[in-house]
């Protein structure tokens, strides 16, 4: 069994509609990079959400390109550990 080290991030959509779900989750996995907290990088599959997370599961929520103003998630949970 390994250590499966990525986290879930759900968002809540403000404004719920038929086409929109009123709350999305995203799956984070640790990158190379440390954030200016010192605490990793993590990112999701399209590398699009970005966030610095810390030992403490606080969240730091980070832009992925110009003009973003990323949104900081509702809740956090720690991934399990994942069977090989």
């Given amino acids: 069994m390994s250590e ?3 986290f879930e991030l ?16 995203v799956e984070v996995f640790p990158t190379t990079a440390v954030g200016s907290g010192g605490y990793p990088i993590y990112v999701d599959r ?3 959400i970005r966030a610095e997370i810390s030992d403490a ?9 110009g003009g973003q103003r990323p949104q900081s998630p509702s809740a ?4 399990p550990p994942a069977d090989d």
């Fill in 10 to 25: 759900t968002f809540t959509n403000p404004f719920p509609a038929d086409d929109m779900p009123a709350e999305q989750v």
């Fill in 57 to 65: 599961g606080q969240v730091r929520m980070i832009a992925s390109g």
């Fill in 46 to 48: 399209t590398k699009i």
């Fill in 76 to 79: 956090v949970h720690r991934l």
């Fill in 4 to 6: 499966r080290t990525g």
